[in-house]
């Protein structure tokens, strides 16, 4: 039997702070919207918030790009808005997960700021600054957001510093102790404060294997992609270890990486002694792009690719492991959208993924809005974006001249922005994010999509959402849910995702079918009755299951 843990049967919540609710009137969501809002989130069911970063930052990336670790930023509140957060949230028997960002600062940190001003500061060390080649970078790495992953100095000669984001984000440098030390320390002061635990940011990037000079260039800009030599190098294991022992291993705490773990890593990272407690996988959130991460050239995947990697990942990470799944999040577009296209955008399939989603092995993330259905904004020009790398995906497209039309469409469809509209509450002004001006448009179908509406709403996308975090919790349901085992089921039949979760001799089958037309299928010898479906009815008759069109259901044998 797996071992329990609180964080096995938590629900995480994702919220993104600047469009969750404002309580001032200024147009951006802070931390009293939060608070305000915690009702909201108990009565969902969720027990865990997993809030965005919510640091003093220049806002390059969404806050991504942190100033100061210690201080919330003013137009989110004060630090004592948070601390009341956790405090109030606790109340409702709510953790708070902060977000924590160590690959690199922004480069308005006080630590680069001071590297900048003097060479000799010891600041320099915290960062890579390396000499160029003959006034070029010292190598030929790309950003992930596109062009050099090196700025030039200012004000200096052949020196650069390197950044595998936005030139705004400067990479920390973990081979230096001190910058470890400050790091650790900062860690273990948030969580004196009494939080949940952290999700933590492209960890995997850390441990760099610097090259000098040139490389084998992979695109027409003589650059070369940066991850096969910073993401998981060999050595970053020390530096996991020791940053889990130094204050993770000293709390009971949630840790939430993100980091794709390979296969043969599943219990380095994720097992029982893990670094962390549980990670995401990328897989079938990034199915609709290359491995370039061009969005631009969307790929023509099928559902039996995406199946096919949602069972993978979940029978993989149960090999040796615990995960977090989720289908959104503040880097990711809508997913009805994502995996569905015109008619087919609709409350089924809204049901359909949360199905799926809920009833997989792993702790839960539902992003907010995802649990009324919330969708894909589209707007009307480039400039209406708001998301560095929305911009940097465009001019990319622009430059590799593919027709302004077509890059339009591909970018925008995929742009993190489709995430961070506001949230709906309701058919008021704004969809009852603001009084003011809303920092980015509010999706207009707030009419349709929005809390107050749905919660009236029994057949609604939230109400079946509620259900299905229910069943988590659910006494009866709860421990062949957390900790049954994952059994792919069906899974040689074209467009339909199954999967068994087995515990002792309770069983449910998940069963969910990913196309327009009917499907017909034989479950085998035992009875199951029906808990959950996004049909008002399920044609079970003895062994035999008839399924409409994107017809998803749960079914029990107990
Ligand atoms: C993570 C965040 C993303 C951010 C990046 C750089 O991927 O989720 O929003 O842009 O790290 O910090
Ligand atoms: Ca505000």
């Given at each position: 039997m797996e071992s329990r843990k609180w964080w096995k049967e938590a629900v995480i919540y994702e919220v993104y702070p600047r469009s969750f609710q404002d309580s001032n009137g200024d147009g951006i969501g802070d931390i009293r919207g939060v608070i305000s809002r915690l009702p909201y989130i108990k009565e969902f069911g969720a027990n865990t918030i997993w809030l965005c970063p919510c640091y003093k930052s220049p806002w390059s990336d969404n806050g991504y790009d942190i100033a100061d670790y210690y201080q919330v930023a003013p137009e989110f509140g004060t630090n004592e808005d948070l601390y009341e957060l956790i405090e109030k949230a606790r109340k409702y028997d709510i953790k708070i997960l902060l977000d924590l960002v160590m690959n690199h600062t922004s480069d308005e940190h006080a630590w680069f700021q001071e590297a900048l001003k003097n060479p000799d500061s010891k600041y320099r060390g915290y960062y890579f600054f390396e000499k160029g080649i003959d006034g070029q970078p010292p190598n030929?790495?790309?950003?992930?957001?596109?062009?050099?992953?090196?700025?030039?100095?200012?004000?200096?000669?052949?020196?650069?510093?390197?950044h595998a984001f936005s030139k705004k984000m400067p990479d920390l440098n973990w081979e230096n102790p001190a910058m470890r030390e400050e790091l650790y320390t900062m860690i273990n002061w948030w969580l004196d404060k009494g939080i949940g635990g952290f999700r933590i940011d492209a960890i995997l990037n850390i441990k760099k294997n610097m090259v000098y000079g040139t490389v084998e260039p992979d695109g027409d800009d003589g650059l070369t992609a940066i991850d096969k030599y910073?993401?998981?190098?060999?050595?970053?294991?020390?530096?996991?270890?020791?940053?889990?022992?130094?204050?993770?291993?000293?709390?009971?705490?949630?840790?939430?990486?993100?980091?794709?773990?390979?296969?043969?890593?599943?219990?380095?990272?994720?097992?029982?002694?893990?670094?962390?407690?549980?990670?995401?996988?990328?897989?079938?959130?990034?199915?609709?792009?290359?491995?370039?991460?061009?969005?631009?050239?969307?790929?023509?995947?099928?559902?039996?690719?995406?199946?096919?990697?949602?069972?993978?990942?979940?029978?993989?990470?149960?090999?040796?492991?615990?995960?977090?799944?989720?289908?959104?999040?503040?880097?990711?577009?809508?997913?009805?959208?994502?995996?569905?296209?015109?008619?087919?955008?609709?409350?089924?399939?809204?049901?359909?993924?949360?199905?799926?989603?809920?009833?997989?092995?792993?702790?839960?993330?539902?992003?907010?809005?995802?649990?009324?259905?919330?969708?894909?904004?589209?707007?009307?020009?480039?400039?209406?974006?708001?998301?560095?790398?929305?911009?940097?995906?465009?001019?990319?497209?622009?430059?590799?001249?593919?027709?302004?039309?077509?890059?339009?469409?591909?970018?925008?469809?995929?742009?993190?922005?489709?995430?961070?509209?506001?949230?709906?509450?309701?058919?008021?002004?704004?969809?009852?994010?603001?009084?003011?001006?809303?920092?980015?448009?509010?999706?207009?179908?707030?009419?349709?999509?929005?809390?107050?509406?749905?919660?009236?709403?029994?057949?609604?996308?939230?109400?079946?959402?509620?259900?299905?975090?229910?069943?988590?919790t659910d006494s009866r349901y709860k421990d062949v849910l957390v900790y049954g085992t994952v059994i792919p089921m069906f899974d040689k039949m074209d467009n339909i995702v199954a999967y068994r979760r087995q515990l002792d001799n309770q069983e449910l089958q998940i069963i969910a079918n990913f196309q327009e037309n009917e499907a017909r299928l034989e479950l085998g010898a035992e009875k199951f009755k029906v808990l959950l479906s996004n049909y008002e009815n399920v044609d079970l008759a003895n062994t035999k299951l008839y399924l409409k069109p994107y017809q998803a259901v749960i079914l029990a044998n107990f």
């Open positions: 030929n790495w790309r950003s992930y957001f596109g062009g050099s992953a090196w700025e030039p100095v200012p004000g200096e000669e052949n020196m650069f510093y390197l910073i993401i998981n190098q060999p050595g970053i294991g020390a530096l996991l270890s020791e940053l889990k022992s130094r204050t993770f291993a000293n709390y009971d705490i949630m840790t939430v990486a993100e980091a794709a773990v390979p296969d043969e890593q599943v219990a380095e990272f994720i097992g029982p002694d893990g670094y962390f407690n549980m990670s995401f996988d990328f897989r079938a959130a990034d199915i609709d792009i290359p491995e370039t991460g061009e969005w631009f050239k969307p790929t023509d995947w099928t559902v039996n690719q995406l199946r096919d990697i949602f069972l993978t990942v979940q029978t993989q990470v149960q090999n040796a492991g615990w995960g977090a799944v989720y289908l959104e999040n503040h880097d990711q577009n809508r997913s009805v959208n994502k995996y569905f296209s015109g008619s087919a955008v609709n409350d089924v399939t809204k049901k359909m993924l949360g199905t799926i989603l809920l009833g997989f092995r792993g702790t839960p993330v539902i992003y907010q809005g995802e649990e009324i259905g919330m969708e894909n904004i589209e707007l009307d020009s480039i400039d209406q974006y708001s998301d560095i790398q929305t911009y940097h995906q465009y001019q990319a497209g622009i430059q590799a001249g593919l027709d302004s039309g077509y890059v339009y469409k591909t970018v925008t469809h995929r742009s993190r922005d489709n995430s961070r509209t506001p949230m709906q509450w309701d058919q008021g002004k704004n969809a009852g994010f603001t009084d003011g001006a809303p920092w980015f448009p509010v999706n207009d179908n707030f009419v349709d999509i929005n809390v107050e509406r749905e919660r009236n709403n029994k057949d609604s996308v939230y109400a079946y959402y509620k259900s299905l975090v229910a069943l988590r």
